[in-house]
Nanobody
Framework: QVQLVESGGGLVQAGGSLRLSCAAS????????MGWFRQAPGKEREFVAA????????????YYADSVKGRFTISRDNAKNTVYLQMNSLKPEDTAVYYC??????????????????WGQGTQVTVSS
């Protein structure tokens, strides 16, 4: 099992920045990717960004939803088993509960909730206009 704990959400004005963190514990050696999703009231959970790495951390890839490209950056601290989501130029439409997820299968996509095996409890991000 892998446990995920998000932090860093809050209230920010439009144009501001926030950094979300997701700390992983447990069987983290079994994971191959971590991602961020978000869910606004009345909407489905949607993909935001993902970070995948090779078995020996020799290389990595990042993936972003079109709506956040150029504004959000996903990164990982291997030593801390933590993934970050730096969110800049925030917009009111970014308001949602943000969820961290981990994937322990090499195959498959990074863009769909069904591809992920573990989820955090979520952290609220509210962007005021």
């Amino acid at each position: 099992q892998v446990q995920l704990v998000e932090s860093g959400g809050g209230l920010v004005q439009a144009g501001g920045s926030l950094r979300l963190s997701c700390a992983a514990s447990g069987r983290t050696f079994s994971t191959y990717a971590m991602g961020w999703f978000r869910q606004a009231p009345g909407k489905e959970r949607e993909f935001v960004a993902a970070f995948s790495w090779s078995a020996l951390n020799a290389y990595y890839n990042t993936y972003y939803a079109d709506s956040v490209k150029g504004r959000f950056t996903i990164s990982r601290d291997n030593a801390k088993n933590t993934v970050y989501l730096q969110m800049n130029s925030l917009k009111p439409e970014d308001t949602a509960v943000y969820y961290c997820a981990a994937k322990d299968r090499v195959s498959g996509s990074y863009y769909y909730t069904r591809e992920y095996d573990y989820w955090g409890q979520g952290t609220q991000v509210t962007v005021s206009s």
